[in-house]
Nanobody, 129 residues
Framework: QVQLVESGGGLVQAGGSLRLSCAGS????????MGWFRQAPGAERAFVAASTWGSRGTYYADSVKGRFIISRDNAKNTLYLQMNSLKPEDTGVYYC??????????????????????WGQGAQVTVSS
């Protein structure tokens, strides 16, 4: 069973930047499509970004395109989300996610939370205006 641990959240003013990290253990993350999702208070968990296995492609929600960058460090088995030009509407708990271990080398519907079986504990990001 993979374990995912997020870090790097915090409080930042609008226009600022944060970088979230998601360290994986128990599985080699580079063989899997990985995603970042966020959940604002009272809202459902929403897709933010995804990186397909082997870093073949990256995908973003329209709301973050051009501001956020998803990346990996395979040597550290870690997924990142660089968040720039942050807005108050980016506030929420951010989760990294990995699919079932059988879905190696699989892309699927990367934007759908139900495609993922393993989630980190979440990192709070608060953007003040």
């Amino acid at each position: 069973q993979v374990q995912l641990v997020e870090s790097g959240g915090g409080l930042v003013q609008a226009g600022g930047s944060l970088r979230l990290s998601c360290a994986g253990s128990g599985r080699t993350l580079s063989s899997y499509t990985m995603g970042w999702f966020r959940q604002a208070p009272g809202a459902e968990r929403a897709f933010v970004a995804a990186s397909t296995w082997g870093s073949r492609g990256t995908y973003y929600a329209d709301s973050v395109k051009g501001r956020f960058i998803i990346s990996r460090d395979n040597a550290k088995n870690t997924l990142y989300l660089q968040m720039n030009s942050l807005k108050p509407e980016d506030t929420g708990v951010y989760y990294c996610a990995a699919p079932h271990e059988d879905r190696r080398y699989y892309v699927g519907n990367y934007y759908n939370p139900s495609e993922y079986d393993n989630w980190g504990q979440g990192a709070q990001v608060t953007v003040s205006s």
